[in-house]
């Protein structure tokens, strides 16, 4: 995991190479979140780019001479195609001294240009200066992330919203439509959007090019197209398991490097470990679990039992990490700021927790990540009425969510329900159909789009932010674009089958995984059932309540979180796994990003 950065250009007094180089450094201190042991800086007129990364991860920014140009690049990310690319390279002439993954990525747009991100499988952000222009990619599904700002002193960007604070001239401010994207639609938040008025994001699949004094321009270089299914059920079920095995065969490392499989003892994570042939396994758990520990319909079975079957079947050795509700409390602190926006509260720190415990004996980890997404998983595939409510299924209601703002906000924001529909509306606009699609195929294609551009961002940050705060590298061989693109055009009957949620790929993992496992209902990644937990949030936003001091109180009515700390909720804030307890660590974490970031709101 790394991370990278830089600006580019300088404001209207033209600042020197020495005040660039002062700016960087603030950066970089920033920026070593994301890979405190290793870092690097190149410092020009009229550019500066830094990277940071953990010890075997080679040193960047990198530098090479291509032709009769002088290339310098940034890249945070892994190639899972690179041998294919190098390749290419090789055939067509080129020639470098080692083949790290930077080194592929520089001459592929030495070679190639801008559409080089097109032969790419990966997950990466880059940035690269040729002299003249700096070009910057994200990878198809936004697995690795990208933030920008644009002003008179140029293009700032980086891995991190906390890094590009780093730069004197930009502010923690956020106007009206910050608190709405906090309030309204957080921790999801709208594709592009990073919250602070002076910040935005590079979208999943677009790269931007940016000359000094001439702007920035955008390009879409990767869209889902709607395309006929020609292939049989058994035919379409032999190609979901082909290209799950070669993503999993990409991404595992095998004997290279030591890696372990993040395991829950569900279909999806089951799936990886028995097609990766994996050696060693750990799943999560909390104190009191095994007593508190109530089915519900989210959750209605505990993991144990299915973690000792898949542990039994594939001979792993396997470990257990076991959280408790204080620590989880107390990193609601730390995962925020690996955020560095108010996440999922202890849905997060939980992950960080673990991954840190993880990470004491390997640095790389592979999860069943983004199965539900692209396979129909969520309650919210099956259930006719979530799928037709024209709303976001996993959202609280913006009418209850609006209750959270002060009135001043609102009134700048005039009518919330209008705010959270136009994303939602503009999102599902981009879900390309085909003309003879039944309307139940419409509608499918319209929430697997609000997965891959809400649901799965949310997700996939807290992935990657959480794992880079480790020190860790967490792949997702379900996230391989080319599994993304094929199922978006499967029938939903097929993916549907029998009636099961993912039904199609329990058929393709047949006589690979136990029959207990194989038909086992979805279950949601595990969280806290202590109640011992909801007492120290509560605890903890009572005191945020007792202190007028707290900058919260600026964003939401007081008489709002004295109720939230007080009462209780049966509806859930986001997604499946943010409850009460959740929604009460989610305000708290408000409070910690304003007071540590020391945000402030427009006027």
Known sequence: MSGIGGIVGCDKKGRNALAAAQICDGMLTALKGRGADVH???????????????????????????????????????LYNKEEILKELLAKGSR?????????????????????????????????????????????????PLFYSMGTYGMVFASSIKTILAHPNIH????????????????????????????????????????????????????????????NFKDTTAVIRELLSDSVKRQFPGATKRASILLSGGLDSSAIAALAKAKE???????????????TDFQPEDDGAYIKRVVSHLGLRHKQIILGSDELADALSDAMDARGLPGMADIDSSLLLFLRRVREETPIAISGEGADEILGGYRWYQDEELLKQNSFPWSQSAENRAKFL????????????????????????????????????????????????????????RNDTMA?????????????????????NVPWSFKNHENREKGILREALKGILPDAVLFRKKSPFPKTHNPGYLARVRDMLKAVLNDDSSPIFSLVPKEMLKALADGESSTNWYGQLMAHPQTIAYFLQINMWMKNYAVTIEN
């Not at 190639?112 to 790419?120: A, D, F, I, K, L």
């Not at 880079?468 to 978006?488: K, N, Q, T």
């Open 468 to 488: 880079a705060a480790a020190g860790m590298s967490v792949r997702a061989p379900f996230l391989d674009y080319r599994l993304v693109e094929y199922l978006y």
């Open 406 to 461: 002060l009135p001043e906000l609102l009134e700048k924001i005039q009518s919330p329900k209008e705010y959270a529909y136009a994303r939602y509306e503009r999102t599902i606009k981009e879900a390309e159909t085909l003309y003879d699609d039944e309307p139940i195929e419409g509608k499918i294609r319209q929430m697997y789009m609000l997965n891959l551009k809400w649901f799965l961002q949310c997700l996939a940050a």
């Open 281 to 295: 396994s750990f799943s999560v758990d909390y104190i009191g679990n095994d007593k508190y520990f109530a089915p």
């Open 172 to 231: 923690p401010v956020i106007n009206a439509d910050g608190a709405a994207e906090i309030i309204l639609l957080g921790p999801g938040r709208t594709p592009g959007s990073g919250i602070f008025k002076q910040i935005s994001e590079i979208n999943p699949g677009e790269h931007a090019t940016y000359i000094p004094g001439h702007g920035v321009t955008k390009t879409a270089y990767w869209r889902l197209k709607a395309k006929t299914h020609r292939e």
């Open 96 to 144: 470098f001294p080692e083949t790290s993954d930077a080194t592929i990525v520089l001459h592929a747009y030495a070679t190639w240009g801008q559409s080089c991100v097109e032969r790419m499988n990966g997950v990466f952000a880059f940035a690269l200066w040729d002299g003249s222009q700096l070009f910057l990619a994200r990878d198809r599904l936004g697995l690795r």
């Open 40 to 78: 690097g800086t190149y410092i020009s007129e009229d550019v500066c780019l830094i990277h940071t990364c953990h010890s075997d991860e080679g040193k960047q920014p990198l530098r090479a001479a291509v032709g009769n140009k002088a290339f310098v690049l940034v890249f945070d990310g892994e």
